[in-house]
């Protein structure tokens, strides 16, 4: 039962998270880790529309992934919660970038 609260509410976070970038269109961008470091000169050679769809919608995989684990592991078994949570760890350290640069690099303009 663990399992399923924590992503059920890690769920509900990245939903969260996913409607700001949402709503915030372009502006969201800001929000992104490593981009805001960036000198401003340096930010507006970046695609910052695509940059915060991208994020948007790496949120909104995160959250039904983690939502198919919480019902899942609330009807079924918990099992499936422990395995969503696996499956989002492993999408989040495949998304983590360590050099911005390379991060960005796609979204030049």
């Known amino acids: 039962m663990v399992f399923t609260t924590i ?11 996913a409607l700001i970038f949402f709503f915030m269109k ?3 961008a800001m929000l992104i880790s490593g981009f805001n470091t960036l000198p401003p000169k340096e930010q507006d050679t970046y695609d910052q529309l695509r940059l915060s769809e991208h994020m ?6 995160w959250c039904a ?3 198919v684990g ?14 969503a949570c ?3 760890l492993v999408l989040f350290v495949k998304d983590v970038h360590w ?4 991060a960005f ?4 303009k």
């Not at 690099?105 to 030049?108: G, L």
Request: aromatic residues 20%; hydrophobic residues 60%.
């Open 26 to 28: 372009e502006k969201g």
């Open 99 to 102: 050099d911005a640069k390379k």
């Open 65 to 67: 992934v983690l939502l």
């Open 7 to 17: 992503s059920f509410v890690l769920a509900c976070i990245f939903f969260c998270l």
């Open 105 to 108: 690099a796609p979204y030049k």
């Open 56 to 61: 948007r919608n790496i949120l909104f995989l």
């Open 86 to 88: 696996v499956i989002w």
């Open 70 to 83: 919480t019902l899942s592991g609330y009807f079924i078994h918990y099992v499936f919660a422990i395995i």
